[in-house]
């Protein structure tokens, strides 16, 4: 087949080794509109869960990938000054750029061409071919121009966050609160190499206006972000690139493919970082993709089945995804509780996790909440 594949992205990368594999006689290019060594953000994040997921998929992915995560076994709520770890969430993390560079050499090294420094105008553009896959991310082109058919929906929450990374290595990642005379705000923090960490700001839009983040310069707005957290940060920088204050935009998409252009990714759907799943869902999608493809009998089937059989799991990390983005939004509410009533209250936000599953996951922050709240202990 002749794939043409929009944006070097995990899943479009990830599909484009999956498929070279299964077949080595594809024709398969990678469009990139971005440099090769360029990137925005800092570090991503993937559960020991997500972890498994692709263990189970793809055990020589996983062993190229893992040697290069930091790991930790716990998360932690940080509120008041004190520090609640919480057992059972496991992580590891890598920096983005250096996670692209491992896809981009893997891919490359399968013979497939990655077209650096290409904009593609319109899937017109590309000619003839058998199947457009578009990962062109979150303001994808593709499925802008064709909302209408793929019945498109774009939810932006009210949230301001502003994505920094810090030279402070932090030994696990972290939720750390903290209350202002403007109002809360919460860093999202973790390691991504020995050196370096993603440090996430968030804020409600209330918080945003009243701090004056509307005509703060970016270096005011880095101190400003660095005297709030002096706790967390022990004296090292807030570092950007690029960084700038935006709201999350849930996307969603009734119809995955059109003709025979798909989706995947970002430009699918979008997923909150607060559940640290976005990677996850974009490697998970290419899995599934390449999958279809190779048991139907013509692209139009296998992207039928694609969506068919994708989009149970899928909804699922979605919707807990956008319950969870609604915690933050009304996280002002929650500063009245103690810290391990914090704690809890994360541990329980999408209502997935039950308290027989925190017992078995924290028994210690279980009995140190049913102490506080003797009810909870049937």
Known sequence: MKIRIIGAGPAGLYLASLLKAADPHHDIVILERNRRDATWGFGVVFSDRALEFLRADDEAMYQYLTPHMETWPDLAIGHQGERVAIAGNGFASIGRLELLTLLYQRVEAQGIEIRFETEVASIASLGPVDLVVACDGAFSFVRRDHEARLGTSTDWRSNPFIWYGTSKAFDSLTLSFRQTPHGVFCAHHYRYSPTMSTFLIEVEADTWQKAGFDTLSPEETIRHCEAVFTEELDGHPIISNNSAWRRFPAVWNQRWHFDNVVLLGDALRTVHFSIGSGTRMAMEDAVALARALKQASSVADALERFQHTRLPVMQKI???????????????????????ELAYAYMRRTGRVSHEAIRRMDPRLAAAYERMHPETNP
């Open 318 to 340: 979605w919707d807990a995804a956008n319950v969870s983005l609604r915690w933050y939004e009304t996280m002002g509410d929650l500063m009245h509780l103690s810290p391990i």
